[in-house]
């Protein structure tokens, strides 16, 4: 039992290139999110999904994508890096209103 | 327009005492508040959470206070420890916490000293 594992931990993309970064759960949670943690910010909803097939918009969710084909994968897609995204970002996951599982974190920086 | 404030970056107290985080919300919809602990290079850590029908929850050396009326929320820590130091995340949602959507406060750094 992983919990909620994020790929990759650390990487750098130059301004303009495209990626994804991975979440997997192996809890059968139905609830998962991406958030964004920067200096002073906090942690800041990108998106979140409250089953497969089901996706919204959070708090700040221009430049980013999601889709949820499967209750295991929530994958967030940068289209057009941006070195206002240089950030870390945080996958979580939960069933029913008890606390989110977060993941380790992806420290992304764009230059 | 930041529905989730934490208005005191930073707070040091001594090993023993009492800690008191703060947060206060805007959205008169949120009903479910939790607390998160976060330590560096780590994702953060459910810590303890309040539903809006009680106005107190306690877990150990944990209390979570909530007054809906000044829609503020407050964390007690007794008696601290060394070990407490970390940032620490007040979130809210609505729904009784079953929509999906939890918001964050920007935290509050806790050091607590031996």
């Known amino acids: 039992n992983a919990g909620v594992t994020q790929t990759p931990k650390f990487q750098v993309l130059k301004t303009g290139q495209s990626m994804t970064l991975q979440c997997a759960q192996d809890m059968n949670h139905e609830y998962m999110s991406w958030y964004r943690q920067d200096p002073g910010m906090g942690l800041r909803l990108i998106h979140y999904?409250?089953?497969?097939?089901?996706?919204d918009q959070g708090e700040v969710p221009n430049g980013y994508n999601v889709s949820r084909s499967t209750t295991e994968d929530f994958p967030l897609r940068l289209l057009s890096a941006a070195p206002s995204q240089t950030s870390v970002y945080f996958c979580?996951?939960?069933?029913?209103?008890?606390?989110?599982?977060f993941g380790s974190g992806t420290r992304l920086t764009v230059v | 327009d930041q529905q989730v404030k934490q208005n005191s970056p930073s707070l040091s107290v001594q090993e023993g005492r009492i800690s008191i985080l703060n947060c206060d919300y805007t959205n008169s919809m949120f009903d479910y508040f939790l607390w998160y602990k976060k330590y560096p290079a780590e994702g953060p850590t459910f810590l303890i959470s309040?539903?809006?029908?009680?106005d107190k929850n306690e877990d150990g050396r944990f209390t979570v206070f909530l007054n809906k009326s000044a829609k503020h929320l407050s964390l007690h820590i007794v008696p601290s420890q060394p070990g407490d130091s970390a940032v620490y995340f007040c979130?809210?949602?609505?729904?009784?916490?079953?929509?999906?959507?939890?918001?964050f406060g920007q935290g509050t750094t806790l050091q607590v000293k031996p």
């Open positions: 999904s409250v089953g497969a097939g089901i996706t």
């Open positions: 309040i539903s809006s029908i009680k």
């Open positions: 979580a996951s939960r069933t029913g209103p008890l606390g989110y599982t």
């Open positions: 979130a809210a949602s609505e729904g009784s916490g079953n929509t999906g959507k939890l918001i």
